[in-house]
């Protein structure tokens, strides 16, 4: 298993070129399983959870390769496979993208149950209100789903769970109704960039889908979808990781290839804390000010503050003067990375859904372990701000989400090393 060795950093400097969301291409990779004709993905992330993807997809029989780096090609004309099986689900949640694309298009599927995971119960109630709404009968024995479809029809469909809208739901619902009979409205739908992704994609294979981006999502279902050539959006969590990295620092990075307009909450946020952001197209300049001030912030579905940010904020917040206020509104149990940064010296506590950080703290390096993927980022900025060498454990965390880091953290001026034991 990898670890990180990183030494405390001075300021990082210099040009990161952002990779494709991961996020979204998990859901356009499962949506291949839509139509036969080949779709072709650009800007594809080199990571492990892309890999994952690949597996689930070769396993129905889907025809994938990477002609060249960033490029992955997908061919189901000759898929004949309907399992999603324990061992792929349980390395990767998004696994269940599957089961929409899969029900709607061959009237069947089977996919383990993913259960918990690090931060939290994650349910797939919505997922499957959805499915069933729109004419999917469902099943579950022996750890699996079982789903069936004759014909799927159109419906109006409220996806509000008690944390708001659901992604997933969003993706695997919005997939199954493109080729559902009739119209399906989704209310209380999610509005994530990657959700606009994918409808973009949908729209370039022929889908009927208007009000992405919005929590009102109509789909007119079409008897069947073509390929399509597409190019995926820019990782706005790896955009918001550099932007802490460059902050906590005080350094002065140039994040190229992003999409500034998707990490809004994220930069409002910092320039409240007095780091410099100049934004361009597909650029973002940030430059650290002087000291930051403490601050309060509220994981909320998108446009609001990015729960997958959370962990990063909470490794700023050591570093910023007075006492911070996190609150996580989405994963009930996303608080691992807590206990991780107090060995570093942290002041950080939990009390209920709120993380409590008093700083400036000065940090000390310390061995601590990675324990998801996001978590995982926290550590790694605070041991760019602790003394002497960290020791980062279990990085495949790090791995399932950040194309190279190890190599772009180099680049900004970090001493970092990755080390097989
Ligand atoms: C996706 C992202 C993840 C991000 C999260 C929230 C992917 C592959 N993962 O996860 O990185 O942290 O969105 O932005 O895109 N819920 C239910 N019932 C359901 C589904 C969800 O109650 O059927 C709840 C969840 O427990 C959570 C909330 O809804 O409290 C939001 O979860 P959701 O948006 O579905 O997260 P994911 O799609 O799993």
Not at 155 to 173: D, E, F, P
Not at 379 to 399: K, P
Request: aromatic letters at 4%; proline letters at 4%.
């Amino acid at each position: 298993m990898d670890k990180f060795i990183i030494q405390k950093s001075c300021r990082l400097k210099g040009r990161v070129r952002v990779s494709g969301a991961k996020n979204s291409c998990l859901a356009l990779m499962a949506a291949s399983l839509l139509t036969d004709e080949p779709l072709e993905l650009n800007n594809v992330p080199n990571l492990v959870d892309v890999r994952t993807m690949t597996r689930v997809l070769e396993n129905m029989g889907v025809g994938i390769s990477r002609s060249e780096p960033g490029k992955l090609s997908l061919d189901s004309s000759r898929a004949e496979g309907l399992k999603a099986p324990y061992d792929l689900v349980r390395k990767m949640r998004a696994s269940y993208y599957v089961l929409g694309p899969l029900t709607a298009r061959k009237g069947k599927a089977e996919v383990s149950l993913p259960g918990g995971c690090a931060i939290g119960q994650r349910p797939i109630d919505l997922h499957l209100k959805g499915l069933s709404m729109l004419g999917a009968e469902i099943s579950t024995s022996g750890g699996y789903i079982y789903v069936r479809a004759d014909r799927l029809n159109g419906a109006r469909i409220n996806l509000t769970g008690q944390s708001g809208s659901s992604v997933g739901a969003t993706v695997n619902v919005l997939m199954a109704a493109t080729l559902a009979r009739g119209v399906t409205v989704l209310e209380g739908a999610a509005a994530e960039p990657e959700i606009v992704d994918l409808a973009w994609m949908l729209k370039a294979m022929g889908a009927k889908v208007e009000g992405a981006g919005t929590d009102v999502i109509t789909i007119e279902g079409v008897a069947s979808l073509g390929g399509a050539s597409h190019t995926v959006i820019p990782d706005r969590i790896e955009t918001g990781t550099f932007a802490v990295a460059a902050a906590i620092t005080g350094g002065d990075v140039v994040i190229a290839d992003c999409c500034p307009e998707h990490v809004q909450s994220v930069t409002d946020l910092l320039e409240n804390l007095g780091v410099k952001i100049e934004k361009a197209r597909k650029t973002l300049l940030v430059r650290a000010g002087g000291e930051m001030p403490a601050f309060e912030l509220c994981t909320a579905p998108y446009p609001g503050f990015p729960t997958d940010m959370q962990a990063q904020f909470c490794a700023l917040a050591t570093q910023a003067e007075g006492t911070s206020v996190i609150e996580e509104n989405i994963f009930e149990h996303r608080t691992l990375h807590v206990s991780e940064l107090a060995r570093f010296g942290a002041d950080i506590k939990v009390s209920g859904r709120k993380i409590i950080v008093r700083g400036p703290t000065p940090l000390s390096s310390a061995p601590v372990m990675a324990s998801d993927l996001r978590a995982s980022a926290a550590l790694v900025l605070a041991a760019l701000v602790a003394d002497g060498s960290s020791e980062i454990h279990r990085i495949y965390h790090l791995d399932r989400g950040y194309e190279h880091l190890e190599v772009k953290l180099a680049r900004l001026g970090v001493k970092i090393m990755r080390v097989s034991t």
